[in-house]
């Protein structure tokens, strides 16, 4: 009886509601390219949270002109009477449902990303194991840029089972950690002291921020674990590199031996 219904609606469907359905969906698709080039021009323009709930919002715009163009498209093609529209929807309900769970279960979180931001573009991020900063959110997805420049595609629904962690949380203040293994027996306030000059006075430190020398005793040594925030997040691979050559500088200017870490664990 369904499938009866379905066929009596599709044999309404002219060649000229099809032309006029073709013109509606190139329209829509014009609108949201017009969106996605113009909306983060004005971004561009603007600074703060302003910037980024304006950056978030066009996913949003581009779902509900995906939703309104189906909602106008569907009467244009089919005689919109109860039961025709009951058998359309109906059986488009029942094949997106099986064809499209895994999608619409990343739209959903979509949804819920744009309302509670756990990211936004310019964020730096670290999800399943994969790390780099959101350089746009799509409906479905999320896309990342990684320090070795590679794009990565995250579906919004990872976010249902899985850990967020976001380095600068919407800001541009993003710590980073370098990592030093020195041999026991030396002056340890004397190096903390060291490596807190060598942070102030890297150039591509944020001195107004926090600085943190940090140390550890481990069986083989000392663990020393620098912590301050670079310029931008963006230098912060370059600010890691720096903050490591001027503090071997240092131990081999007061003569402390550097060990690898993987001997502090033989």
């Given at each position: 009886?369904?499938e009866?219904?379905l066929?009596?609606?599709?044999?309404?469907?002219?060649?000229?509601a099809?032309?006029?359905?073709?013109?509606?969906?190139?329209?829509?698709?014009?609108?949201i390219?017009?969106?996605?080039?113009?909306?983060?021009?004005?971004?561009?323009?603007?600074?703060?949270?302003?910037?980024?709930?304006?950056?978030?919002?066009?996913p949003?715009?581009r779902?509900?002109?995906?939703?309104?163009?189906?909602?106008?498209?569907?009467?244009?093609?089919?005689?919109?009477?109860?039961?025709?529209?009951?058998?359309?929807?109906?059986?488009?309900?029942?094949?997106?449902?099986f064809?499209?769970?895994?999608?619409?279960?990343?739209?959903i979180?979509?949804?819920?990303?744009?309302?509670?931001?756990?990211?936004?573009?310019?964020?730096?991020?670290?999800?399943?194991?994969?790390?780099?900063?959101?350089?746009?959110?799509?409906?479905r997805?999320?896309?990342?840029?990684?320090?070795?420049d590679?794009?990565?595609?995250?579906?919004h629904?990872?976010?249902?089972?899985?850990?967020?962690?976001?380095?600068?949380?919407?800001?541009?203040n993003l710590?980073?950690?370098?990592?030093?293994?020195?041999?026991?027996?030396?002056?340890?306030?004397?190096?903390?002291?060291?490596?807190?000059?060598?942070?102030?006075?890297?150039?591509?430190?944020?001195?107004?921020q926090?600085?943190?020398?940090?140390?550890?005793?481990?069986?083989?040594?000392?663990?020393?674990?620098?912590?301050?925030?670079?310029?931008?997040?963006?230098?912060?691979?370059?600010?890691i590199?720096?903050?490591?050559?001027?503090?071997?500088?240092?131990?081999?200017?007061?003569?402390?031996?550097?060990?690898?870490?993987?001997?502090?664990?033989?």
């Amino acid at each position: 009886m369904e499938e009866l219904g379905l066929k009596d609606a599709l044999s309404t469907i002219s060649s000229g509601a099809i032309i006029e359905a073709v013109a509606v969906v190139v329209l829509a698709s014009l609108l949201i390219m017009a969106i996605q080039k113009l909306v983060p021009m004005l971004a561009r323009k603007l600074s703060g949270k302003p910037r980024l709930y304006l950056l978030a919002s066009v996913p949003l715009f581009r779902l509900v002109i995906i939703v309104l163009t189906i909602v106008m498209v569907v009467p244009i093609l089919v005689e919109p009477s109860f039961e025709n529209m009951l058998a359309i929807f109906g059986a488009l309900a029942l094949a997106l449902g099986f064809a499209f769970k895994d999608y619409a279960n990343s739209l959903i979180a979509g949804i819920v990303t744009l309302y509670e931001m756990p990211y936004r573009p310019g964020d730096w991020i670290e999800i399943n194991g994969q790390y780099g900063e959101v350089r746009a959110i799509g409906t479905r997805a999320a896309e990342i840029v990684t320090l070795d420049d590679t794009v990565i595609v995250i579906p919004h629904g990872l976010l249902w089972n899985n850990l967020l962690a976001n380095g600068n949380d919407g800001t541009d203040n993003l710590m980073c950690v370098a990592e030093l293994y020195l041999e026991p027996n030396h002056d340890v306030a004397r190096m903390r002291e060291l490596f807190r000059d060598v942070i102030y006075t890297c150039p591509l430190t944020k001195t107004y921020q926090p600085v943190v020398v940090a140390v550890l005793g481990t069986d083989m040594g000392m663990k020393y674990r620098l912590k301050a925030y670079p310029l931008t997040p963006g230098d912060q691979t370059r600010f890691i590199a720096e903050l490591t050559a001027r503090a071997g500088e240092v131990c081999a200017a007061e003569e402390v031996k550097m060990i690898s870490r993987p001997l502090l664990w033989q």
